[in-house]
């Protein structure tokens, strides 16, 4: 990671924050984006303005989004990693939640790691090398009653990954998704934490999936799924998906009145 230049979107979240340091005390000089600036400072204190940009912007906007890439080229002359790890996690009954949660959950969990990605490749390609890591989520390969905005965005983020890593091939610019399990962070309401505890769901810790990321990151790994058996539902899945249905009725019936709480 030394002299890598990254752009980190949602770095002032649980896991980007733990990223941000992971990569910084390795030597990458990072631009870090988020739409609260307070909370990109400490990494900035921490490592020194040389090392890390901060960004405060809202990535669904195709002006912030030009304004990231442009900064993060002018400060370091170029760009080697781009990091989607920005996204929301909305919780509760599909029919009752509101259109404009549905359409920001698709904005922020797709359609902004789309066009950055988009871009950020003409300076890539230019170099002749670069990376791109989607961070998506086991929802992105199970969908999940009561997530389904959620499910849906991660799919196609996983969808998207895959086809523009096919895209790219010979390119000299690899193409990561990494696809954690619960983890506990504040992108998860009290309704979620609740309902965690009760059906015993797993759920890691921000400091352990930012380690999986940056290894995925060094390995350029084309997929990546954290935690056990998640990881394992994920595939069989793919294959079996009225096997997964059947185990999983149970966990949903229960979880549907967290879900009726979150929505009130």
Request: charged residues 20%; positive net charge.
């Amino acid at each position: 990671m030394h002299d890598q230049r990254v752009i980190l979107t949602g770095a002032g979240g649980g896991i980007g924050s733990q990223l941000a340091s992971l990569m910084a005390a390795a030597g990458a000089r990072l631009t870090l984006v988020d739409m609260n600036p307070a909370v990109l400072l400490p990494l900035q204190e921490k490592f020194g303005p040389d090392q890390v940009h901060t960004v405060t912007a809202d990535i669904t906007r195709s002006e912030e989004q030009a304004r990231i890439v442009t900064e993060t080229r002018k400060r370091y002359g170029g760009i080697d990693l781009l990091i989607n790890g920005a996204g929301i996690s909305p919780f509760g009954v599909y029919s009752g939640q509101d259109e404009s949660l549905i359409r920001k959950t698709l904005e922020i969990n797709l359609l902004a790691p789309m066009l950055l990605a988009r871009t950020v490749l003409p300076v890539m390609l230019a170099q002749g090398s670069g990376q791109i890591v989607n961070v998506g989520s086991t929802f992105g390969s199970i969908g999940f009653a009561w997530f389904s905005a959620y499910s849906a965005s991660k799919f196609g983020l996983r969808g998207f990954s895959q086809a523009l890593r096919r895209e790219l091939e010979g390119s000299g610019i690899s193409v990561t998704y990494v696809a954690p399990r619960a983890v506990r962070t504040a992108i998860n309401s009290q309704q979620v934490y609740d309902m965690a505890k009760v059906v015993r769901m797993n759920m890691d810790e921000p400091a352990h999936v930012a380690q999986q990321i940056l290894h995925a990151v060094r390995q350029r790994s084309k997929e990546c799924y954290i935690g056990f058996p998640e990881s394992w539902f994920a595939r069989i899945n793919a294959l079996l998906p009225g096997l997964v249905d059947r185990a999983l009725r149970t966990r949903n019936r229960t979880a549907k009145a967290f879900a009726i709480e979150s929505g009130k």
